[in-house]
């Protein structure tokens, strides 16, 4: 083949390389506000929240659970010298404690988030935030009228790779965003046997794909999405109930967002993440979505690679808190408000109806989440 007729059979382009753009993608953290937290459930994922925060330096002082060994086992382990409690309701007229962090599932945590802002509290609610947009709406609402932030921990927007990515099209380094690619191919068979998570229909588009909704709302910016199809596979042999492979395509007036999920990928596990813009393009690689070390950007003038510092169950959850902190300190609502969170939410609840029912689902119309 010859000239006009290869058919775009031509070798790749060459580019010269490039200094990585520097960007300011570590976690954010207060100028000097150290508010009082009390952090409500010592679950699992308090580990990783109390471990951040022990970090960063941050003013734990109460820790609360309906197990009081539980609370006493975290304060231990990271603060010391913190209260333990097993009533979240004892410390809503304190004015030592300005957030409460809550941690327990999504209708358990219902009552502990409206009470704290009714409170004058403001607070940091768990993944998935709720259940039920108009829930959403309204405890958004309430913060509002009561003069406090609320925000979701939705920890992934500070993995370091995420974080650097949603600065560089930020920064204009690409263009209009076009398409998003997310591929993901993991062993997430360590929960066999567990009910809490076998028990949940949706596992894989719901309780970890919810990040990756949340990326697609937070990386598209100012692109409102129109429809979500969705698609999930279970396979004789699977280790867990859930179907293990999922799929969702997101389609905008301009661009597409592709998520597609594999949950029982025994060995050479990988995650991808591609963004295309009209100048140019994102790549991050690796293993796992904690050992994302280095992005590849492609431009017009050249391409580069930029090593990363810190991991998601590190960075993520500093920044999540630190967010919050440095949202208040500056009298601003925080990147991960309840209200910005909703439309991450209108997408994996769009998705989760797509699965059901095997069409397209109108982003927006799913109120609430069957998973």
């Given at each position: 083949?010859?000239?006009?007729?290869e058919?775009?059979?031509?070798?790749?382009?060459?580019?010269?390389?490039?200094?990585?753009?520097?960007?300011?993608?570590?976690?954010?953290?207060p100028?000097?506000?150290?508010?009082?937290?009390?952090?409500?459930?010592?679950?699992?994922?308090?580990?990783f929240?109390?471990?951040?925060y022990?970090?960063?330096?941050?003013?734990v002082?109460v820790?609360?659970?309906?197990?009081?060994d539980?609370?006493?086992q975290?304060?231990?382990?990271?603060?010391?010298?913190?209260?333990t409690?097993?009533d979240?309701?004892?410390?809503l007229?304190?004015?030592?404690?300005?957030?409460?962090?809550?941690?327990?599932?999504?209708?358990d945590?219902?009552?502990?988030?409206?009470?704290?802002?009714?409170?004058?509290?403001?607070v940091?609610?768990?993944?998935?935030?709720?259940?039920d947009?108009?829930?959403?709406?309204r405890?958004?609402?309430?913060?509002?009228?009561r003069?406090?932030?609320?925000?979701?921990?939705?920890?992934?927007?500070w993995?370091?790779?995420?974080?650097?990515?949603?600065?560089?099209?930020?920064?204009?380094?690409?263009?209009?965003?076009t398409?998003?690619?997310?591929?993901?191919?993991?062993d997430?068979?360590?929960?066999?046997?567990?009910?809490?998570?076998?028990?949940?229909?949706?596992?894989?588009?719901f309780?970890?794909?919810i990040?990756?909704?949340?990326?697609?709302?937070?990386?598209?910016?100012?692109?409102?999405a129109?429809?979500?199809y969705?698609?999930?596979t279970?396979?004789?042999?699977?280790?867990?109930?859930?179907?293990?492979?999922?799929?969702?395509?997101i389609?905008?007036?301009?661009?597409?967002v592709?998520?597609s999920?594999?949950?029982?990928?025994?060995?050479?596990?990988?995650?991808?993440?591609?963004?295309?813009?009209?100048?140019?393009l994102?790549?991050?690689?690796?293993?796992?979505?904690?050992?994302?070390s280095?992005?590849?950007?492609f431009?017009?003038?050249g391409h580069?690679?930029?090593?990363?510092?810190?991991?998601?169950?590190?960075?993520?959850f500093?920044?999540?808190?630190g967010?919050?902190?440095?949202?208040?300190?500056?009298?601003?609502?925080?990147?991960?408000?309840?209200?910005?969170?909703?439309?991450?939410?209108?997408?994996?609840?769009?998705?989760?109806?797509?699965?059901?029912?095997?069409?397209?689902?109108?982003?927006?119309?799913v109120?609430?989440?069957?998973?």
């Amino acid at each position: 083949m010859s000239g006009d007729n290869e058919y775009g059979f031509i070798p790749s382009k060459q580019s010269k390389r490039i200094a990585p753009p520097e960007l300011a993608y570590l976690p954010p953290l207060p100028n000097s506000y150290r508010p009082g937290i009390a952090l409500v459930g010592a679950g699992g994922v308090s580990e990783f929240h109390l471990r951040a925060y022990q970090t960063c330096n941050f003013n734990v002082l109460v820790i609360i659970d309906r197990s009081l060994d539980k609370a006493q086992q975290r304060r231990d382990q990271f603060f010391p010298k913190a209260e333990t409690l097993t009533d979240y309701r004892e410390i809503l007229k304190r004015d030592d404690i300005e957030i409460v962090d809550a941690t327990p599932h999504p209708s358990d945590r219902l009552p502990i988030i409206e009470d704290s802002l009714r409170a004058g509290k403001h607070v940091l609610s768990q993944k998935p935030f709720v259940l039920d947009l108009d829930d959403g709406q309204r405890l958004a609402s309430l913060a509002k009228d009561r003069n406090v932030r609320l925000a979701v921990n939705q920890s992934g927007r500070w993995a370091p790779h995420f974080s650097y990515l949603r600065k560089a099209i930020q920064a204009d380094l690409i263009g209009q965003v076009t398409s998003i690619d997310f591929s993901l191919q993991w062993d997430q068979t360590w929960i066999a046997g567990n009910e809490g998570f076998e028990k949940i229909r949706h596992l894989i588009l719901f309780d970890f794909a919810i990040h990756w909704f949340d990326m697609a709302n937070c990386l598209m910016d100012n692109q409102k999405a129109d429809t979500v199809y969705a698609l999930v596979t279970g396979f004789p042999g699977q280790l867990f109930r859930p179907p293990a492979v999922a799929s969702a395509t997101i389609g905008y007036p301009n661009a597409q967002v592709r998520l597609s999920f594999h949950g029982h990928t025994l060995r050479g596990e990988e995650d991808v993440t591609t963004i295309v813009g009209t100048k140019g393009l994102l790549r991050s690689r690796g293993p796992g979505l904690n050992e994302q070390s280095e992005i590849h950007l492609f431009t017009e003038s050249g391409h580069c690679r930029t090593p990363l510092n810190g991991c998601w169950f590190e960075s993520g959850f500093q920044g999540a808190m630190g967010e919050l902190i440095c949202a208040i300190e500056e009298n601003r609502e925080p990147l991960h408000s309840a209200e910005n969170n909703l439309k991450s939410l209108e997408l994996c609840y769009a998705a989760l109806a797509s699965a059901d029912s095997g069409e397209i689902a109108k982003v927006g119309s799913v109120r609430k989440a069957m998973p």
